[in-house]
């Protein structure tokens, strides 16, 4: 995800429009549209982006992304394609380090980045590592993710690991991982006659109702949490 992505995702989320949300970060509306249309000469200041970060009520983790995608924003592209390459080489080489240490061990689950209790995130598809639980059967069908983010607590930690499975039902009221578009999101899903929903166990945020045409569809159903590993 992008800085673009997250403001917008975010504002959207909020209900607010470009006009009231430049107005309450006190820029020009055309200045605001700039940024979010990635057409901006100037990018925003520090001092600017704590206004947005307060606006979007944005927690700690939430505010220290946002700063990080807003700083990659202003990066020559050079640079970021060497970083890319290095932390690509950097991954292979610890996965295939990670993959000789486990053998054909059926109890290793594969690790995934992050995917997002708050704002959509999934960032990296990649596997970062791999856990391993005693007693696990048919681990294959299985995969973890890190979660980012306060919307499912008390459920849900932020900074707690989630063990999901593929290929099954996710019945109402169950939590799962789902995927909107290329955003994703770790919730509880709520099915009701007129509408499909995912909530979030913390009263704080806003249910995600599924439009018509949306991308929308289950990655996995959370069947275990880690929490404090």
């Not at 925003?44 to 606006?55: D, F, G, H, Q, Y």
């Not at 690509?88 to 080489?93: C, G, H, L």
């Not at 991308?215 to 959370?222: E, M, Q, S």
Request: aromatic fraction near 8%; hydrophobic fraction near 40%.
């Amino acid at each position: 995800m992008d800085f673009i992505t997250f403001l917008k995702s975010r504002r959207e989320q909020l209900g607010y429009s470009q006009n009231k949300f430049s107005k309450l970060v006190n820029i020009t509306q055309s200045y605001f549209n700039s940024i979010e249309r990635g057409e901006v000469k100037n990018p925003p200041s520090k001092e600017i982006l704590e206004r947005i970060a307060t606006v979007l009520e944005l927690n700690s983790e939430e505010k220290k992304q946002m700063f990080y995608l807003a700083a990659i924003e202003r990066t020559p592209q050079v640079i970021l394609d060497t970083l890319n390459k290095l932390e690509n080489e950097i991954r292979i080489q610890n996965k295939n380090n990670m993959q000789n240490f486990l053998g054909n061990s059926e109890n290793a689950i594969p690790l995934f980045e992050r995917i997002s209790a708050g704002l959509g995130a999934f960032s990296d598809e990649e596997i970062t590592d791999y856990i391993v639980l005693p007693g696990l059967r048919n681990s294959n069908s299985l995969f973890a993710v890190n979660v980012v983010g306060d919307s499912m607590e008390p459920t849900i930690k932020n900074g707690s690991i989630i063990i999901c499975k593929k290929n099954i039902e996710i019945r109402n009221g169950e939590i799962g991982a789902f995927f909107i578009d290329d955003q994703a999101y770790v919730k509880r899903l709520k099915i009701t006659k007129n509408y499909i929903a995912l909530i979030s166990d913390n009263p704080n945020y806003a249910p995600i109702y599924i439009g018509p045409g949306e991308n929308f569809h289950a990655v996995g159903k959370v069947i275990k949490v880690l929490s404090d590993i």
